[in-house]
Each structure stands twice: as C-alpha cells, then as structure tokens.
C-alpha cells in the first residue's frame, strides 16, 4: 500500500529561485504523480493547489483543491507526523513559480481518519487571508451534495497533479492529468482491503493509468464535481491494482460542518 506524496529536500531554495530538489527516497507506504497521463495548463483545473508541508528540516509534497476562499481539501494522510506548516501555490501549471503562495493558519484532519486503513482520509487546510480567485486560473471547486448517493461505476474521474510518472520516479514541475473510470464497489473490495463507504476506487485492469507519488490529496472530478480525493494504492498503476480516493460524498458532511461550505 503506498500514500502518494514526496520527501522533499532543499526547499528553502523553493521560496527563492524555483528550484526545489527530491529525494531519492520514498516515504514508506503512500502516493504521488500522474502515471499514464498528459499534461495540462492549470486553467483547466483552476482549483487545483500545490502543497508544500514543512516537518522539521524535511518537506513534503501533496495536492489539494480550493473549496472556498479561505479552505483547501486534502488528504488528511498528508498531515499526519508532526506537519508544522503547509504553504499552497495556487494559479500556476508548475510547481515551483508562478501564481501565488498562501500559508495555513490551521489544518483540521477528520476525527476519524484511520492511518492504517486510510478510511476517512480527508483534511481541511484554513487560511488567515482570501484566495484570490481570478475565475480563469483560480477557481473553487463545485462539491457534490449530501444527497448524491453512491457514485456508479464507469463514471471517468479527471485527476489531476504534480506527482510521479512512474513508480518510485521523478515527480512532474508541470501539471498532469489522467482520466480513470470508477469500479462498482464489489470490484473495489476485491481488490482493495479494508475497502469502505468512504472510499472510491478507480483505474483500467491493464494497469497503466493512476495517480502516484505527490498526488496525494489532489482532486479527483467528474463533470466539474470534485468526488474524489488521491488516497492510496498498491504501487502505480500496476495492474489489477486500482487508486483508491476518499469518497467526497461520503465525507460531505464533515467538509460542510468543518468548511461552511
């Protein structure tokens, strides 16, 4: 089981000239970049954000979507083990320029998350000031309803990120999007352990497509809905192996009652 983030060293450097090293190691058991994938330009994923996370001298990398002004959804696996700090570069398609960073005031992971399981794996980041939302290359992002229901099999989930394009590599400067269709739920439980109503998971049986290492907490849509958030899997890509993703539907509530919105 892999979460899909990266350690990150040298990104003092980040804040100064753009430039911000990897570490060849993988952190144990989680995920990170688009497998499979294209590239795109953040206009066409507005809500999508750049995560920095600072623990101790080692940083981090995940995604996250933009839900309001002053809130950010992520994975709450990407905040775990004495995250100090996150800073969110939003409006760019790199990583590593451009756009505008915001830093947290708070993060609040969900009472319930699960760190062996990944079961209620979402987080809210908040924010002391606005996102400025331009409309073209910053946009918040539409949740679905409480009332949705189960979300059916064979719907094409849009996920999209900075993470890596193949297992254990280089994660990506430029964002990367991948189209993956859901399973019905017995095909998750198959394929998943410990798969529960508040996940999704999603990819083709020939493996080949998936997010991986830095995607995690990134945005997964469908039809401009966020319904999913990058959680975990078994390696990238590989086959027989879904993504699995939060299930925002599920979650709903708690986003409602934590972001206000």
């Not at 987080?123 to 002391?128: K, N, Q, R, V």
């Not at 083709?204 to 849509?221: E, H, L, R």
């Not at 509530?253 to 919105?261: E, Q």
Request: hydrophobic share 35%; net charge positive.
């Amino acid at each position: 089981m892999y979460k899909y983030y990266f350690l990150l060293l040298a990104c003092a450097i980040f804040w100064k000239d753009g430039s911000c090293k990897k570490s060849s190691q993988r952190t144990n058991d989680v995920g990170g970049k688009i497998v499979g994938g294209y590239s795109v330009t953040i206009d066409k994923a507005p809500y999508q954000a750049y995560l920095l996370l600072e623990k101790g001298k080692e940083y981090y990398q995940c995604g996250g979507s933009i839900i309001s002004k002053r809130h950010i959804l992520t994975a709450a696996h990407c905040l775990v083990d004495n995250i100090s700090q996150v800073h969110a570069r939003v409006g760019s398609t790199n990583n590593d320029k451009g756009g505008k960073v915001y830093s947290t005031k708070s993060m609040t992971i969900h009472p319930n998350y699960n760190s062996r399981t990944y079961d209620y794996d979402v987080a809210i980041l908040t924010f002391s000031q606005d996102i400025a939302i331009d409309g073209v290359n910053t946009k918040i992002v539409t949740l679905p309803s409480e009332n949705n229901g189960a979300v059916p099999a064979k719907t094409t989930l849009f996920v999209t990120g900075w993470g890596a394009t193949s297992e254990g590599g280089d994660s990506s400067k430029t964002l990367l999007a991948v189209n993956v269709p859901t399973l019905s739920v017995a095909e998750c439980k198959k394929s998943v352990s410990n798969f529960s109503d508040r996940m999704l998971c999603a990819g083709v049986s020939q493996g080949g497509k998936d997010a991986c290492q830095g995607d995690s907490g990134g945005p997964a849509v469908s039809n401009n809905v966020q319904l999913g958030v990058v959680s975990f899997g078994s390696g990238c890509a590989r086959p027989g192996n879904p993504g699995v993703y939060a299930n925002v539907t599920a979650l709903r509530g708690w986003i409602r009652k934590t972001a206000g919105v």
